[in-house]
């Protein structure tokens, strides 16, 4: 499960050179934050990008049983670098620490022997997903002897951005080579010795295997970060594991797409016709079981018939799970003990606070969620089939959901088995997202002879004749 | 079936503006090139804009019959309407002559009763293609009462610009109606009236209809327009309908993402093992049919080994057609005319213009697509099994032929009825795009009272079902 970390105090410059700011500077300006300019790429860049390129291209038409092993030998490389790597994390922790790194970034970059061994287990489960490549999603005859079909084909090369996760290069760069893209990696300045003895591994782990090495590039410099966002034509798809600010900085700095979220200010409603003591458990679960994950609640809206039953359970059962409640003055008068103030309705807390306010009806619910959601995921508390059936309809965002927790939105729960993060973004890939956005298609055509100029004189004529897939 | 017109003395500016220059200037230095910078949307811009979001939330909720009986209605709308449109057309047109501007642009402006009878008739053929929207593509029981869906939905707001044709007004806002979409639409100042007589035409064809008119808006000013580029989480997908340098300026200026083609740079590989004739039947039709479409060819690759015999026909033929040749040395010395400069591999000639080059084998004419192509569509002519799969494997462009024209990379030839352009992004939606490119999709959990909790203390357990379609 990826969690969306939000750092408040973030250098969008500072994070693609690796470098988490402790104490830090308020987050205003990201784009001039600290005069950070895009350079172009320089030659040294450019010929390993080329590299990753050229052997990404020969990765795309290994088999599914080739890029299956070779994830596996990752894996077994890992294992073998164990203590390489547990050596140069702990060189890593130690810098950090006498650097007076926060602790819960000290806490992200360790990398203990049992979450190691975690990490590996997860390259293997990789291994293991079914193949993304080569489905047929669309076959049509065209005319007689030309036949269109539309195959699954990996992206090409992948740039990913990470701030100091080091667990993050085992996973990422093994949904890399599961589904036949290649990468350049920039791990957090304050993991560069761990992420460099995981890509020694990783690459130690190809050679021998149908996949060039070289398909796994490790990129140290801000520099080139930065520059890599100019490399469109050679990378495909930029993947920033961070803040907000560095999605929005990459963003604004790119023109190669980009997979990420910006906000997750999930809601969830709690209806007139209501299971009391049903939306109590889920709304308590949405919030409190993991409060900085992007898919935990940031606001309660609740229907106005069914508030004062409904808080006068809430308001104590959140205070005893140390939920700081923050409501409207309706709210405020059945008990909630603070008040809420205008840009609660659009705070990602990622902590034990939760915005409460009362609505007229669902209609009112839906406006809210439409002026302060950021179509991440929405959920509903009704036993009214109606209300329901309106809900899941009208609310435009990546996960709507009845009955249930919003922590569910999740590519392992969902099913995926890895997934490389989640995205609020309208077009897909949408939501949480597995091997799946990793992929995209090609169409083939095959003919004997077959021109243009025959289908617009209107001596040959389309069949456009679907054929099984 | 949508061309892709570069113009190469364009102002992004004015083209956003919708303001064609008629003599131009060189398109050095896009961004800045008449110092236009992207405003903050005004509240005028603002207000409309969340009321075609609002329209659009309604209209994606409307039932394939309602959306299919809306754009029936624009076309009889449209028809009843037909006078007025013509005469403002004639307005416009008359207006650009006494302007000066260039006779290819004035012959894109007009719009006469069999042009108009043309692009109606063409609504209505987007009212009968099948219902995109509602379509479930994934179904899962992730435990026992709680079940995933995953189905598609509209984008909600579309922004299209376009430059000077106002005939894309009529198809782009039956594309969008049929898909659930709003729209923002911004037609060129030369055809100023023309769109405002087609607007208001549509609007009162939704009259009466379950479709509020609001949903579709036309923005007239240059200011407007820019701004439109900020207005992320207002719009979601920006269709520029222009030249290569607006879709690049759009991607520069703007957050949201973009549906267009940068360059069509398509290549024809004449392998060794082929018949000459069909090569040479394919090589004309893929050059000359429509020189100026996007996937017409601009190079033709040729193996050493048939280059004598083929060049032997082709030279003469090319000629008959009115092609300027344009060769490398060994072309040249088989009969090519002109010498190809190091820029012309990378041309988008768009004209009655080939380059010609010789290769020693597949690989490096490979080698020669992966430097220079736009990853647009690319084609080989040969009777070899072995050097057809390995071109289809390799060749990672959007559309990979065998032995058939170029030109069949095209939303109607593929037979998606209708289509929005053609897209050379590596992500989805890529190549010809029909009105699946106009959808996304929304996860939908259903559950009882599910949390998460109970799956990360081990209490219940994910089963991940697959359940049928």
């Known amino acids: 499960m990826m969690v969306c970390m939000n750092s408040p105090a973030f250098s969008p410059a500072a994070a693609l050179a690796g470098q988490a700011t402790p104490g830090g500077v308020p987050d205003a300006g990201v784009n001039a934050a600290d005069g950070a300019v895009v350079p172009e790429p320089g030659p040294e860049l450019l010929r390993r990008a080329v590299a990753v390129r050229r052997s990404a291209t020969a990765l795309g038409q290994c088999g599914d049983q080739q890029r299956q092993a070779a994830v596996l030998a990752m894996a077994e490389a890992l294992e073998a670098g164990q203590a390489e790597i547990l050596a140069a994390n702990q060189a890593d922790l130690a810098d950090a620490v006498a650097g007076g790194l926060a602790p819960s970034l000290v806490a992200r970059l360790k990398l203990d022997a049992a979450k190691l061994a975690g990490a590996i287990e997860g390259v293997r489960q990789v291994a293991a997903l079914p193949d993304p490549l080569g489905r047929r999603q669309l076959h049509t005859e ?5 036949v ?10 992948l740039g990913v951005i990470f701030e100091a996760r080091p667990d993050a290069v085992m996973q990422i760069a093994s949904l890399a ?3 036949g893209n290649g990468a350049l990696l920039k791990g957090g300045r304050e993991a560069q010795r761990s992420c460099a003895a995981i890509h020694a591994a990783l690459r130690q782990g190809l050679t021998g295997t149908g996949v060039d090495p070289a398909v796994l590039e ?11 966002l100019r490399l469109d034509g050679l990378v495909d798809l930029i993947i920033p594991r961070g803040s907000n600010a560095l999605v929005r900085f990459i963003q604004d700095n790119t023109r190669i797409p980009v997979l990420g979220h910006a906000d997750g200010v999930c809601h969830l409603y709690v209806d007139r016709q209501v299971d009391l003591s049903q939306a109590l458990r889920i709304a308590l679960d949405a919030k409190t079981q993991y409060p900085a994950a992007c898919n935990a609640i940031e606001t309660l809206l609740v229907h106005r018939a069914v508030a004062p039953a409904f808080l006068a359970l809430a308001v104590p059962a959140f205070a005893a799970a140390g939920v700081d409640l923050r409501g409207d003055a309706e709210a405020m008068a059945l008990g909630v003990p603070s008040a809420a103030r205008d840009d609660d309705w659009r705070a990602e807390y990622s902590d034990l606070i939760l915005a409460v306010r009362l609505v007229d009806d669902l209609d009112q619910a839906l406006e809210h969620i439409r002026l302060h959601g950021s179509r991440h995921t929405e959920a509903i508390c009704t036993t009214d089939p109606t209300a329901a059936d309106r809900f899941l309809a ?7 959901f009845l009955n249930c927790s919003t922590r569910f ?6 099913g995926f088995g890895a997934e ?5 973004q309208t077009l897909p890939p949408r939501g ?5 956005g990793l992929v995209t298609y090609r169409y083939r055509l095959r003919g004997d002879g077959h021109i243009a100029a025959d289908y617009v004189s209107g001596a040959r004529r389309f069949s456009h004749c679907p054929l099984p897939l």
């Open 394 to 400: 009208a609310v435009d965002s990546a996960g709507v």
């Open 148 to 157: 269109l079909e539309r195959v699954t084909v990996p992206l090409g090369v």
């Open 432 to 436: 949480p997202v597995g091997l799946e």
């Open 177 to 179: 080579i599961r589904s």
């Open 420 to 424: 490389v993060g989640i995205s609020t």
């Open 409 to 414: 939105a999740d590519g392992f729960r969902y």
């Open 218 to 228: 490790l990129l140290t410099s801000r520099q080139e970060s930065l520059a890599m």
């Open 142 to 146: 065209l005319d007689q002897g030309l």
